[in-house]
């Protein structure tokens, strides 16, 4: 209840601004509108630019190709900027029609739709949305007859100063973290996004658990993690397959196994860890973590002249895995399907061969395996790594052609991929590598469909986005399921172990080698998650903490006990809720990239 009194307080101070404006356009004669107008079209341009920056930045980037990123920027955001007036000009021109009511309606539905499309996701177009609403509003009903109490000036005004007076309280009062959590998850809490930003975060007292002080500390100058020696033979062949948006449960739940035969074929003759997360919930910084064995904001981001707006680790010096082996003497090879899954973008970067199979769109499965194919074929003796990461399982869930749920398109398209990945192993068969294949099954992020209230990903860092599934199988690799924690920052640390090959120790992860042999091994590291500069740690105790400090939220959740993290037990007076966050706090205090006029940048995708 106190979000909805906190978002009913925001509308109304909100409110209160517009009414003062629109009262004194009501003053102005028709005559001189002129002036006023232009210098409400300019005001409302700058605010879109800022307010919608965000949002547009993915189509900035995809224009910024034939013109500057000022210019699509500009010409985007004035697109809203003369819609908002312009809902005010159409109110007015339909107030004493017989088309008034049309035009309340109107404006009372766009209200509604604009809170149910792509709710959480866009905040500065349901913002922009919302004011231009009401400013149809305010020009529609502007000069329509009232009761005869409302009529007086006197209670106008009376009502006007208990909004104002409530609008100002709301502000002024910041909401407990509880209320401030709900509020993130409800789309008519529409101003916070906003106002959050302006505050200022409470400082976090630090905690470094004990038996993991070896991670929270600078790593670069440290020794390498030696190799225990390699898993795989000499002339190994290993193929490492992305399947984007694939959540754990799809390979968890034997009702599956019909619809994806060639992945639960893999699942079940290796090595299964069933409680993998990944290291981002959205696809350029959770790959980017797997091959760097580093977090988000562990890196340097900039914006790339090829991809502006979007930033990318270009300029990170970070080893990148591929770079190792292929130092080592292993032939390595991807085939992009992103356009920015290439060398030069640095999110993987040392392959010594690489093509795109992206011409227009996203390439489906069997678009893009035709590189790998063909080099199988091709590969005569010497060790092997190829990687590629299919793009099917993406919204709007309706390429595999599957009517139904969004669920069902969604798993239609994720078993195109898994009719690729047998192709690959009849190829893999045909050309007598069998004996010395392994694959790796990874997916970046899973998909949401509804749990807490989201949909697609990259919005949230519950587990319907982190856990993924996670395979190693193949020549030398016991069959085996693996209950412990892992994370994808080990794939990379594993790989190379895999291949005799030592680690970097400022890499983040730590070899899953022993499993994979039929071991344990004593994995020290914590496992985090970013996106959208949301920053996640699941502790060895099992709790579950996220700080979103754009939005000023904190959650802790017993993952013991309560698996869906559906009862937020944060509280900032209990020791065990500081602990979890100070140990947060902590890590990427330590390990936060630093550079003289650095801050890690904001990334929507």
Not at 34 to 46: D, N, V
Not at 431 to 451: I, K, N
């Amino acid at each position: 209840m106190n979000a909805q009194i906190f978002s009913a307080g925001h509308a109304l101070a909100a409110g209160v601004v517009l009414c003062v404006l629109t009262w004194l356009w009501c003053k102005l004669p028709v005559r001189r509108w002129a002036l006023p107008m232009a210098l409400a079209l300019f005001l409302a341009w700058i605010v879109a630019v800022v307010a919608l920056k965000e949002d547009l930045e993915g189509i900035v980037a995809r224009l910024s190709e034939w013109m500057p990123v000022a210019v699509a920027q500009a010409l985007l955001s004035l697109l809203p900027a003369i819609a908002a007036p312009t809902a005010y000009l159409v109110g007015r021109a339909l107030k004493g029609s017989a088309l008034r009511i049309v035009g309340v309606l109107a404006a009372l539905l766009t209200i509604v739709a604009n809170a149910v499309v792509l709710p959480l996701a866009y905040p500065g177009v349901h913002l922009w949305v919302l004011c231009s609403c009401a400013l149809a509003l305010a020009g529609v009903t502007c000069g329509a007859p009232l009761p005869t109490v409302a009529s007086k000036r006197w209670a106008r005004g009376l009502v006007f100063v208990a909004c104002a007076a409530a609008g100002a309280a709301s502000l002024a009062v910041w909401p407990p973290n509880a209320t401030v959590v709900e509020m993130a998850h409800q789309p008519a809490a529409t101003f916070m996004p906003f106002l959050a930003r302006l505050r200022t975060q409470a400082a976090t007292p630090f905690r470094v658990p004990p038996g993991q002080r070896e991670w929270f500390v600078e790593r670069s100058r440290l020794p390498d993690v030696k190799s225990g020696g390699p898993l795989l033979r000499q002339d190994a062949v290993v193929l490492m397959i992305g399947v984007d948006s694939m959540r754990s449960d799809l390979l968890e739940n034997d009702k599956y196994r019909d619809v994806l035969p060639n992945m639960f074929r893999l699942r079940d003759r290796g090595t299964w860890f069933k409680n993998a997360r990944a290291a981002g919930s959205s696809t350029a910084p959770s790959i980017a973590a797997i091959f760097s064995s580093r977090y988000y904001s562990q890196m340097y981001w900039t914006e790339y002249t090829k991809r502006q707006p979007e930033v990318f680790p270009h300029e990170d010096p970070t080893p990148r895995f591929p770079e190792l082996l292929s130092a080592a003497g292993v032939q390595t090879v991807t085939v992009d399907t992103a356009g920015w899954l290439l060398n030069e973008f640095a999110i993987v970067r040392g392959f010594s061969e690489e093509s795109s199979a992206r011409i227009r769109g996203y390439p489906t499965a069997a678009e893009a395996a035709k590189g790998l194919h063909k080099r199988l074929r091709e590969h005569g003796d010497g060790a092997l790594f190829l990687f590629t990461h299919f793009l099917d399982a993406h919204s709007p869930y309706t390429s595999a052609g599957k009517s139904g749920s969004p669920f069902d398109g969604y798993l239609a398209e994720v078993a195109l991929v898994d009719s690729e990945i047998g192709a690959l192993q009849r190829t893999v068969d045909q050309a007598g590598l069998s004996q010395r294949s392994v694959w790796v099954l990874y997916s970046d992020h899973g998909e949401a469909f509804g749990e807490h209230g989201m949909t697609f990903h990259a919005t949230t860092l519950y587990d319907e986005l982190l856990r993924v599934p996670l395979v190693f199988a193949g020549a030398g690799i016991v069959k085996r399921s693996v209950e412990t924690p892992v994370s994808l920052v080990d794939v990379g640390p594993t790989i190379l172990d895999a291949f005799g090959v030592n680690t970097p120790a400022a890499m983040m992860g730590q070899s899953l080698v022993p499993f994979l042999r039929g071991g344990t091994a004593s994995l020290t590291r914590p496992i985090l998650a970013e996106s959208r500069l949301k920053r996640a740690l699941v502790t060895a105790e099992g709790f579950k903490v996220f700080e979103d400090p754009r939005r000023k939220t904190i959650e802790l959740y017993d993952l013991n006990k309560d698996p869906g993290e559906l009862n937020n037990i944060f509280d900032h007076a209990d020791p065990q809720s500081q602990d979890a966050i100070g140990v947060l706090a902590t890590f990427f205090s330590v390990h936060t990239y630093k550079r003289p006029g650095y801050t890690v940048p904001y990334r929507k995708w």
